[in-house]
Nanobody
Framework: QVRLVESGGGLVQPGGSLRLSCAAS????????MGWYRQTPGKQRELVAT???????NYVDSVKGRFTISRDNAKNTVYLQMNSLKPEDTAVYYC??????????WGQGTQVTVSS
């Protein structure tokens, strides 16, 4: 079985920064794309950022220039550095890992709240 453990969420003032981490462990022997999603009550889950095995990144327009996704393949870990945070970034953030061929795995979610 595969487990994804997220950390790094919390409460921050507008303009502040947070760094999210997501580590995969267990029976995972190949990892493809990794990414971060976020969701607020009453809204669909939104793709925030993705990173391929080769390090190519993509971002939703609203976070470009502020967020940076990265990965450490040796540690099976994906990160999301969030700078210049805005109240509209408030959400539960979920990491996603594609591996073992066709499978997709999700973290438990971590709350990010941006408020003055």
């Amino acid at each position: 079985q595969v487990r994804l453990v997220e950390s790094g969420g919390g409460l921050v003032q507008p303009g502040g920064s947070l760094r999210l981490s997501c580590a995969a462990s267990g029976s995972i022997f190949s990892i493809n794309d990794m990414g971060w999603y976020r969701q607020t009550p009453g809204k669909q889950r939104e793709l925030v950022a993705t990173i391929t095995t080769g390090g190519r990144t993509n971002y939703v327009d609203s976070v470009k220039g502020r967020f940076t996704i990265s990965r450490d393949n040796a540690k099976n870990t994906v990160y999301l550095q969030m700078n210049s945070l805005k109240p509209e970034d408030t959400a539960v953030y979920y990491c996603n890992v594609k591996g073992n061929g066709i499978y997709s795995y999700w973290g438990q979610g971590t709350q990010v709240t941006v408020s003055s």
